[in-house]
């Protein structure tokens, strides 16, 4: 159907204008019958002239919907003013008033309308707003939805605007705080990294950077002379002008150790960070147990890691040999730096042969070259024909029943007890004449006993 007012097009059966509210009939014809002048609503109802002031109440058709009131025209509202006689309310409404070209303005217009002493109410509306007009009888009109028309303004929301508006304001402030800090601006200023910077460099940038340095050097496998740490560390923060320890890698060295003790040498590598210490010994007059060299040679640099020998002295002492064969009784001394000698000991106690130990014995400090006397069991009986073989050797002479005899070979010789050991010698017997020694042309075989002492001394020989 299109609304004689605004020329829109609505739905057949609407009742009121979808776009400006107007009211809308049937209509058995395009043509609207326009009122003539001067003719109230009443008369063109009823068909009677309008001589009495009519007492009317009237109804603002309009939208009501707050939220299309913007493209609302309060001035142009009023040419859809429609007057009603209460009395012709039950009649169906066929015609309707055309009152374009009237001017609404005007006094006599108003004239027209309403009786001389009428006061057109205040309007009631408001930017963004609808309004409804007073009811009839004192019933609230309904408020019926349906025949509004839609809003085509965006609806505004102030709060939301005032909310956004402060975000923004948020994150500038938060963003202004954050570049300053960035910048040292408060807060003290950050460390800058200088580790892996050589000692120079890292002395000036953080010079340049405000900060007081100082430079500690710290024993390490890196590289000498490069920055390993600082304090504070790179990124903290610090106040302008406060001072940085820059930890600056030195090269481990072997430290002097010679003369001292096996401890103190231990103690001072372990101090240059060498973890692979080893010690030998060697026999020397210097004081047992103080250092004699070390390798590598001091002031040598060296690796954490790298094998530390430390010589250390150690005293000429007698080995101990007892029970060992004689030659590695022999070996052993000659290995300590010592002289040896051999020395038999008459005693049941030790089979034959076996060394008992040494003079001085085992362990006894002595002086380099010294010799040692290996000390050899030896049975009684055996030490004391040792003795007779010795005394009886070719070459040796022999006295017996007073002649004198040159011993030419021992051919037996035994011991028979009690001290006594018998013998078997062939001899020469000689006399000296005026100095000379004259020798018998035949020589003789000779037989006879030795006596000992206690002592193992000779007592006689016969």
Same mark, same amino acid.
């Given at each position: 159907m299109l609304c004689p007012n605004c020329e829109s097009e609505n739905r057949e059966e609407?009742?009121?204008?979808?776009?400006?509210?107007?009211?809308?009939?049937?209509?058995?014809?395009?043509?609207?019958?326009?009122?003539?002048?001067?003719?109230?609503?009443k008369s063109v109802l009823d068909d009677e002239p309008d001589d009495e002031s009519i007492e009317t109440d009237y109804e603002l058709y309009q939208p009501v919907d707050s939220e299309n009131t913007d493209s609302f025209d309060p001035a142009a509202s009023i040419d859809r003013l429609v007057f009603v006689d209460e009395s012709a309310m039950d009649v169906e409404l066929t015609h309707t008033l055309d009152l374009s070209g009237i001017d609404t303005q005007s006094e006599e217009y108003a004239e027209r309308l309403v009786n001389a002493d009428y006061v057109a109410p205040e309007p009631t509306y408001r930017d963004g707003e609808t309004i409804q007009m007073k009811p009839v009888d004192?019933?609230?009109?309904?408020?019926?939805?349906? +025949?509004? #028309?839609?809003?085509?303004?965006? =609806?505004?929301? %102030?709060?939301?605007?005032?909310?956004?508006?402060?975000?923004? $304001?948020?994150?500038?402030?938060?963003?202004?705080?954050f570049a300053? +800090?960035? #910048?040292?601006?408060?807060?003290? =200023?950050?460390? %800058?990294?200088?580790?892996?910077?050589?000692?120079?460099?890292? $002395?000036?940038?953080?010079?340049?950077?405000?900060?007081?340095?100082?430079a500690d050097q710290v024993k390490s496998d890196d590289t000498t002379g490069i920055v390993l740490l600082t304090d504070p560390s790179a990124g903290q923060r610090a106040e302008e002008g406060s001072e940085v320890v820059i930890n600056v890698a030195a090269a481990r060295t072997i430290p002097e150790v010679v003369g001292k003790t096996q401890s103190e040498a231990q103690e001072l590598l372990e101090a240059e960070g060498f973890t692979n210490v080893k010690t030998k010994k060697k026999r020397s007059e210097q004081k047992e147990g103080s250092v004699l060299s070390v390798s590598p040679k001091p002031g040598s640099e060296a690796l954490s890691s790298a094998e530390v020998t430390l010589t250390v002295a150690e005293a000429y002492t007698v080995p101990d040999v007892a029970n060992k064969s004689f030659d590695d009784a022999v070996k052993a001394l000659k290995d300590a730096g010592l002289g040896y000698d051999v020395l038999y000991i008459d005693t049941e106690s030790y089979p034959e042969g076996t060394i008992i130990g040494t003079e001085p014995a085992a362990g006894t400090v002595v002086k380099k070259g010294d010799y040692i006397m290996i000390q050899i069991a030896q049975d009684h009986g055996s030490m004391l024909e040792e003795i007779a073989s010795e005394t009886l050797a070719p070459g040796m002479t022999l006295e017996r029943g007073g002649s004198n005899y040159t011993v030419e070979s021992l051919d037996s010789v035994a011991y028979i007890g009690n001290n006594t050991v018998s013998y078997t010698v062939t001899a020469r017997e000689y006399v000296s004449v005026f100095g000379s020694t004259v020798s018998n042309p035949s020589s003789e075989s000779i037989s006879g006993t030795i006596v000992f002492d206690e002592d193992n001394q000779i007592t006689a020989i016969s």
């Open positions: 609407a009742k009121f204008c979808d776009q400006c509210g107007f009211p809308l009939s049937r209509q058995d014809s395009d043509e609207v019958t326009e009122a003539p002048e001067n003719v109230s609503a004192g019933d609230e009109a309904s408020k019926s939805k349906e +025949y509004l #028309a839609s809003s085509t303004k965006e =609806k505004k929301h %102030p709060g939301r605007i005032v909310a956004l508006v402060v975000a923004l $304001i948020a994150i500038a402030c938060a963003l202004a705080a300053t +800090y960035e #910048a040292g601006m408060w807060g003290g =200023k950050p460390v %800058p990294n200088v580790v892996g910077m050589t000692e120079a460099d890292a $002395i000036s940038v953080l010079e340049d950077s405000g900060f007081s340095v100082r």
